[in-house]
């Protein structure tokens, strides 16, 4: 399993930016993604979920709104479109999911909102 992220990068506040995951060595359209965040100094921190199929979706109070998750089953992908961002956004930016009672994580891309 790899997971696999991208789209990270500096933007102003305010601003929006996609985040990518491209998961390969299972079958993606079987299982959930989430998307986590980690600040500095802070826990990592549950900031999106969607279903296999992508009907159902879930998000941190915190980015509801403003963040949306999506995926492509057909490209092996998941999606987080981010708009109006703001500083406390300012993270590493993880997708994640589960399969056979194992965790699998990607190695993250960084998100910083700032002026």
């Known amino acids: ?7 990270g990068g500096l933007v102003q506040p305010g601003g929006s930016l996609r985040l990518s995951c491209a998961a390969s060595g299972f079958t993606f359209s079987s299982y959930f993604m ?15 979920h969607i279903s296999s199929g992508g ?8 980015v509801k709104g403003r963040f949306t998750i999506s995926r492509d ?3 092996n ?3 987080l479109q981010m708009n109006s961002l703001k500083p406390e956004d300012t993270a590493v930016y993880y997708c994640y999911t589960r399969r056979r009672a194992s965790d699998y994580w990607g190695q993250g891309t960084h998100v910083t909102v700032s002026s």
């Open 1 to 7: 399993v790899q997971l696999v992220e991208s789209g």
């Open 34 to 48: 989430r998307w986590y965040r980690q600040a500095p100094g802070k826990e990592r921190e549950l900031v999106a």
């Open 55 to 62: 009907v159902t979706t879930t998000y941190a109070d915190s």
């Open 73 to 75: 089953n057909a490209q």
């Open 77 to 79: 992908t998941v999606y």
